[in-house]
């Protein structure tokens, strides 16, 4: 059973930053694909940001994100991360971490972190 856990929503003012951070309990190693999704209300999870073919491998950005947000892992923690500048309140969501190991590519998901913007 791989568990994640989500921490660095809040409340931020359009055009600030927040830092989200994923702590995953295997070895890097063991996960093929592991990002960010997100879900506003009334709408479905959608990809944010995601390392592709290892933690290590081609990172993958929404459209919607790109030069804005920044996947990145921190080998030390354990943990893949996301830093969300320029944010806008359209960037308003519930925050999911997600990864899939190598050995089921089942999808494991994080209890989500609530990122909230304001004009």
């Known amino acids: 059973q791989v568990q994640l856990v989500e921490s660095g929503g809040g409340l931020v003012q359009s055009g600030g930053s927040l830092r989200l951070s994923c702590a995953v309990s295997?070895?890097?190693?063991?996960?093929?694909?592991m990002g960010w999704y997100r879900q506003a209300p009334g709408k479905q999870r959608e990809l944010v940001a995601v390392?592709?073919?290892?933690?290590?491998?081609?990172?993958k950005y929404a459209d919607f994100v790109k030069g804005r947000f920044t996947i990145s892992r921190d080998d030390a923690k354990n943990t893949v991360n996301l830093q969300m500048n320029s944010l806008k309140p359209e960037d308003t969501a519930l925050y999911y971490c997600?990864?899939?190991?190598?050995?089921?590519?089942?999808?494991?998901w994080g209890q989500g972190t609530q990122v909230t913007v304001f004009p």
């Open positions: 390392f592709t073919d290892g933690v290590d491998g081609v990172s």
């Open positions: 997600n990864a899939r190991p190598y050995v089921d590519r089942t999808d494991y």
């Open positions: 295997i070895s890097f190693h063991a996960i093929g694909a």
